[in-house]
């Protein structure tokens, strides 16, 4: 009589691709024949987190793993850590255990934790099976417990203070952030908690060209991702030369502790952001900017949009719609018609596949009234409108769109919205339909295009 551990190897590993994975080391304990082909994918991808911290979720079959959710066990496709130092220890002892990891991820809480990291990673280096290395240290990237590490890192999460920032200023170090940026395995770089974008170049001392030329399509970083910092100034262009392709950008707007935007200096307005990505324009696949995107002193204009027709690979995009469409109310503010304003397909990349699109503050059901409140700052049927006109482009300059999703920021897990419920988007949802385009309604803090 045959049993399940019986079956051939390749049948076993059929069945086990669809147990969780957090289930696996508990799996491998029942017998050896099922040790054998677990343990490999058990050790194939390792993170570590210190209990008290909840690091972003890595995802290492995501084509732009730097850009994902927070950590949920139930989802995840690596084994946890729970011991750095035990860890170490049963890989000195196991050269196929070594072997095995392909890919290591490390949330560091305290500076022995960072040197455990760095430790781990010279053994698994000499293996010469380790491809990946995540690293989020807790030390300055100055310190002995870090330094080590970084010539192996290929993706890297920070917080502003680890750039070693000039003594008494909130501004980023420019020389320091662009040694980071050419770091040579390093393909994805997060950085968090940007007080001020002010480089050096600011001084007076040395032209901007000067610098573009010297650091220009230098860097191998794909992935780049700015989360709760507040938007630069003309020197994001300067940054954005940098990689010689980014794939990916990741950008959340936040506001200082003076609720404004680089304590008060002059910022990038949307249409501003577009001449930024041009040294990116033919890479540039997804492009993510959400967050307090309206705040105080941005130099945000209410007529002014970002314009990414000339993005030629740019598949994925999240917006604000603030950043999308110009409102009626808006144009009557600025002495314009809104007839003369370009409609969301016009200034979209001719390849675009998804679109998120950001409605903060509001209801759907506000958003989509026959007469919403004046507060939401739009007429009734006018969001519809554009969205509608929208998906009809997609037999034209938007041909390649597949999904919107409208996403409201709130506080909890992020759930599905049945727009089916609200009149007005009935006609949207008609439209959509026949042309064969997704429209979903999302509701929370993490974002539908991360899920």
């Keep these: 009589m045959s049993t399940f551990q019986s079956l051939p190897t390749d049948i076993l590993l059929l069945i086990l691709h669809f147990v969780p994975h957090t289930a696996l080391p508990r799996l491998a304990l029942i017998s050896k024949n099922l040790n054998c082909p677990i343990t490999p994918h058990?050790?194939?991808?390792?993170?570590?987190?210190?209990p008290w911290n909840a690091p972003r979720y890595l995802s290492w079959q995501s084509k732009y793993p730097q850009v994902c959710?927070?950590?949920?066990?139930?989802?995840?496709?690596?084994?946890?850590?729970?011991?750095?130092?035990?860890?170490?220890?049963?890989?000195?002892e196991s050269e196929n255990l070594r072997k095995l990891v392909r890919g290591a991820s490390f949330y560091c809480n305290t500076n022995e934790g960072d040197e455990f990291a760095t430790k781990t990673?010279?053994?698994?280096r000499s293996s010469g099976t380790l491809s990946n290395v995540h690293f989020a240290p807790f030390g300055m990237l100055g310190s002995s417990s870090v330094m080590p590490v970084l010539s192996a890192v290929t993706s890297l999460e920070i917080r502003f203070d680890h750039l070693d920032a000039i003594p008494d200023s909130a501004a980023v170090?420019?020389?320091?952030?662009?040694?980071?940026?050419?770091?040579?395995?390093?393909?994805?770089?997060?950085?968090?908690?940007?007080?001020?974008?002010?480089?050096?170049?600011?001084?007076?001392?040395?032209?901007?060209?000067?610098?573009?030329?010297?650091?220009?399509?230098?860097?191998?970083?794909?992935?780049?991702?700015?989360?709760?910092?507040?938007?630069?100034?003309?020197?994001?262009?300067?940054?954005?030369?940098?990689?010689?392709?980014?794939?990916?950008?990741?950008?959340?707007?936040?506001?200082?502790?003076?609720?404004?935007?680089?304590?008060?200096?002059?910022?990038?307005?949307?249409?501003?952001?577009?001449?930024?990505?041009?040294?990116?324009?033919?890479?540039?696949?997804?492009?993510?900017?959400?967050?307090?995107?309206?705040?105080e002193n941005t130099g945000y204009m209410a007529n002014e949009l970002i314009d990414l027709r000339s993005f030629s690979a740019l598949r994925i995009v999240g917006l604000d719609l603030a950043w999308l469409m110009v409102s009626k109310l808006d144009a009557e503010c600025f002495d314009a018609d809104v007839r003369d304003l370009p409609t969301?397909?016009?200034?979209?990349?001719?390849?675009?596949?998804?679109?998120?699109?950001?409605?903060?503050?509001?209801?759907?059901?506000?958003?989509?009234?026959?007469?919403?409140?004046?507060?939401?700052?739009?007429?009734?049927?006018?969001?519809?409108?554009?969205?509608?006109?929208?998906?009809l482009c997609g037999s034209g300059s938007c041909r390649a769109l597949k999904r919107i999703l409208l996403w409201r920021p709130s506080h909890g897990a992020t759930t599905e919205f049945n727009l089916v419920e609200?009149?007005?988007?009935?006609?949207?949802?008609?439209?959509?339909?026949?042309?064969?385009?997704?429209?979903?309604?999302?509701?929370?803090?993490e974002l539908p295009l991360l899920k």
């Design 42 to 50: 058990i050790y194939r991808y390792i993170h570590y987190h210190d």
């Design 69 to 92: 959710g927070h950590h949920r066990d139930q989802h995840r496709s690596d084994t946890r850590i729970y011991s750095l130092s035990r860890l170490l220890r049963t890989l000195s």
């Design 173 to 295: 170090p420019m020389e320091r952030l662009y040694q980071i940026f050419s770091l040579p395995d390093l393909r994805s770089l997060s950085i968090i908690l940007v007080r001020s974008w002010m480089p050096e170049v600011s001084s007076g001392t040395t032209g901007n060209s000067q610098i573009s030329k010297r650091r220009s399509k230098s860097s191998n970083i794909t992935c780049l991702s700015l989360f709760a910092t507040v938007p630069p100034g003309p020197d994001l262009e300067e940054v954005l030369s940098w990689p010689i392709a980014l794939h990916s950008l990741h950008y959340e707007l936040c506001t200082d502790e003076y609720n404004s935007f680089g304590l008060g200096l002059p910022t990038l307005s949307p249409l501003d952001f577009s001449p930024a990505l041009e040294s990116q324009m033919t890479s540039l696949e997804e492009l993510i900017i959400h967050g307090d995107c309206q705040g």
């Design 422 to 445: 609200i009149e007005g988007c009935a006609q949207l949802l008609a439209v959509a339909e026949s042309i064969g385009v997704g429209i979903a309604g999302w509701v929370g803090l």
């Design 121 to 124: 990673v010279e053994l698994l």
């Design 344 to 391: 969301m397909c016009e200034f979209l990349p001719p390849v675009l596949e998804t679109l998120q699109v950001q409605m903060d503050d509001y209801a759907f059901e506000q958003w989509f009234a026959d007469v919403p409140p004046r507060e939401v700052g739009v007429e009734g049927g006018e969001v519809s409108d554009a969205l509608v006109e929208l998906v």
